[in-house]
């Protein structure tokens, strides 16, 4: 009898351990496909995001580019002016999938990519973790995309109404890649030498493109303006906007779009996305009121062409803080933004005498110079700990949070941009000058650009009449 419950109990002890053994690996296998289930939940939110993010940075190419730079121009040439944003995203978005991708996000120098994803080589349905690990790296490269085709579109503005379409494109193809692909990977690239997120240099915050975007396609919109000259008659001639309608819609798709732009840059659905996009929509409000404050008081009266232009600025001011700065700081750099941009616009401009036509260089230029700036300035560790020691504690980021040294940082970035766009716009010019000739026919230039250049008219009053 003892022996009959000696080995019952022991059979009783292994069925129980076999048990144990069975519930664990059930256990095992259930957290595995738990956390399956979160990274995947993850994946397609993440995902889902960046492309809606995607689709509101185009959006603020054609048609809110189009339309605010379509209506600050005279009625003859308010389709040239609006196919210049269209033509970008036919042009660079070839000229990204062929190299475009590859030398600003590729592995290559400290200066420029390589030719590793050329035709899009390697981009696909899987993350590169080095940019972006919970979004495919085709998601990732059709967001950049937008960026790369808004930024030769912003140029736009300093040579709209005097600048063949054949040179427009022909520079614009050239600049995307000798310009603005170098400042690209630089600051964004895999081993850049701006890159403060992946080891680089001279560790430069730029968020959403203060330095990539906004600087190189102002200071190359001033050097295209001066060395185009002025358009004719100016500015003996008043040339006022023949549409401010078109420029306030065109304002207000800019506006809701930059949310993509910024709050998109986080690359994630996570809270760094919820802070940009905060950031951002003080950002603009502040700079809008800073500028009708400013215009209010000079004239007398705040306008709506100031009002939208003072909103564009804090947009393009708050650009690269977005991701690094809180609320009340946001609204520090957009006011700033509003009041310096209303400056360069009103006073600078006049006092050198440059036809930069639709303002490109006094909103983008020094909008984005001021706004790289303040960035070093206001950036904290709370919104974005970007930089971590050794041991992975947090340091500090801006100025007041204590590294005052990240001032000298954006500096050498915002040298480095001016210094390229200068340079390299300069070239390009000069080049396409003598292949297709710039400036069109001082005939062509009076009859219009939309028949000159298009053989067809923005409006037929006519038909309207009858």
């Not at 109404?161 to 890649?177: G, P, V």
Request: aromatic share 10%; charged share 10%.
């Amino acid at each position: 009898m003892v022996l009959l419950l000696l080995v019952a109990g022991c059979f009783g002890t292994s069925l129980h351990a076999q048990a144990t053994a069975t519930t664990d690996a059930q256990v095992q296998q259930h957290l595995q496909q738990l956390d399956l289930a979160v990274q995947n939940a993850q994946l397609s939110a993440d995902n889902g995001w960046m492309l809606v993010c995607a689709a509101l940075v185009l959006m603020m190419t054609i048609p809110g580019l189009a339309l605010f730079y379509g209506g600050l121009v005279r009625k003859k040439n308010v389709l040239s002016t609006m196919m210049h944003s269209f033509a970008m995203a036919g042009i660079i978005s070839v000229v990204w999938a062929f190299v475009g991708f590859s030398l600003c996000f590729g592995s290559g120098t400290r200066l420029i990519g390589g030719f590793h994803h050329l035709f899009l080589h390697g981009v696909g349905s899987l993350p590169d973790p080095a940019y972006a690990a919970t979004i495919p790296f085709a998601t990732f490269m059709i967001y950049q995309l937008m960026f790369a085709i808004i930024t030769p579109a912003l140029i736009s503005g300093a040579f709209a109404e005097r600048m063949k379409f054949s040179a427009m494109a022909l520079f614009t193809l050239l600049w995307s890649l000798f310009v603005y692909a170098p400042m690209a990977h630089m600051v964004w690239g895999k081993d850049g030498l701006l890159n403060a997120a992946l080891s680089g240099g001279v560790p430069t915050l730029d968020f959403a493109g203060g330095t990539v975007v906004h600087i190189t396609s102002g200071v190359s919109a001033l050097v295209c303006a001066l060395y185009l000259g002025k358009r004719l008659h100016y500015p003996k001639e008043p040339m006022p906007p023949h549409s401010v309608v078109l420029s306030f819609i065109g304002a207000g798709l800019l506006w809701v779009g930059w949310f993509g732009f910024n709050a998109g840059s986080a690359l994630s659905a996570g809270t760094l996305a919820t802070s940009a996009f905060v950031a951002t929509h003080f950002g603009a409000a502040a700079a809008a009121i800073g500028w009708c404050l400013a215009e209010w008081i000079r004239n007398g009266k705040p306008s709506a062409l100031g009002a939208i232009s003072g909103a564009v600025a804090g947009l393009v001011a708050i650009t690269p803080a977005a991701g690094f700065v809180g609320p009340m700081s946001a609204l520090a750099i957009g006011f700033l933004a509003g009041l310096f941009c209303y400056f360069m616009v009103a006073k600078v401009k006049l006092w050198f005498g440059y036809d930069d036509s639709l303002d490109a260089f006094g909103v983008h230029g020094a909008g984005g110079t001021l706004g790289a700036i303040l960035t070093g300035v206001f950036a904290s560790r709370a919104i974005n700990p970007i930089f971590k020691d050794a041991h992975g504690n947090p340091l500090p980021v801006g100025w007041l949070d204590g590294n005052w040294m990240q001032v000298p940082h954006q500096l050498v970035g915002v040298a480095i941009a001016w210094v390229l766009s200068i340079v390299g716009t300069l070239v390009l010019l000069k080049i396409v000058d003598m292949l297709v000739g710039l400036r069109v026919d001082p005939s062509d230039e009076h009859e219009g650009l939309d028949l000159s250049q298009h053989g067809e008219e923005g409006y037929d009053w006519e038909i309207a009449a009858s």
